[in-house]
């Protein structure tokens, strides 16, 4: 078993749609959840970071987790054509080295 | 946010040759950096942890001697990928952890082509 599982989509979704991505861990040690934002052929863009359990809000992006179900959830509100790109949950231990999902794929249409 | 800078952006090299890739941090000092490899369609796989002043620290089944990694100053690591062959071709990517070190910035990365 991977220690992040993400579906790679493609997820395709229409203009002004309710994004909604998820991750899940099994490596109860992960304590920094994060979520990056990478254009193609471009690094990751660091998107959102949290740390507790909960949610954490920051314009249209919603970052959500669930540490007893070892669950994380990013929400992309009023969806963009140039929020196009694949998004990368990541997570740390607190040791600096962080683990990646292996990205999922998203399109919206205009 | 942070950040981070990646030289070259791409780089076309003929089989035998080694380039070098260049990360630096470009408004914080980072004691430690990250160089990660990502293949077309899969996610950053991490080879090895560079670490300022003291040698770099690689995952297992990364190849020491190909990929050489210096960390000669706080804000600038190097990658050399030596006698690269066409299986190198990659996007790499360096990352430098800010703060606590709980949070990674990313440079833009670098494509490596080898013919």
């Known amino acids: 078993q991977k220690e992040v599982e993400q579906d790679p989509g493609p997820l395709s979704v229409p203009e002004g749609a309710i994004v909604s991505l998820n991750c899940t861990y099994s490596n109860s040690a992960f304590q920094y959840f994060m979520w990056y934002r990478q254009y193609s052929r471009k690094g990751p863009e660091l998107l959102m970071y949290t740390y507790s359990s909960g949610n954490k809000e920051d314009g249209r992006f919603t970052a959500q987790v669930d540490k007893s179900s070892k669950y994380i959830s990013l929400f992309i509100r009023d969806s963009q054509p140039s929020d196009s790109a694949t998004y990368l949950c990541a997570m740390a231990g607190g040791y600096q080295k962080v683990t990646f999902g292996i990205g999922t794929k998203l399109q919206v249409i205009p | 946010g942070a950040v981070v800078s990646q030289h070259p952006s791409w780089v076309i090299c003929k089989s035998g040759t080694s380039v070098k890739i260049e990360c630096r941090s470009l408004d914080f000092q980072a004691t430690t950096m990250f160089w990660y490899r990502q293949f077309p369609k899969q996610s950053l796989m991490l080879m090895a942890t560079?670490?300022?002043?003291?040698?770099?620290?690689?995952e297992q089944g990364v190849e020491k001697d190909k990929f050489l990694i210096n960390h000669a100053s706080l804000t600038l690591s190097t990658l050399t990928v030596t006698s690269a062959h066409p299986e190198d071709s990659s996007f790499y990517i360096c990352s430098a952890p800010t703060g606590a070190g709980e949070t990674q910035y990313f440079g833009p990365g670098t494509r490596l082509l080898v013919l």
């Open positions: 560079s670490n300022e002043g003291s040698k770099a620290t690689y």
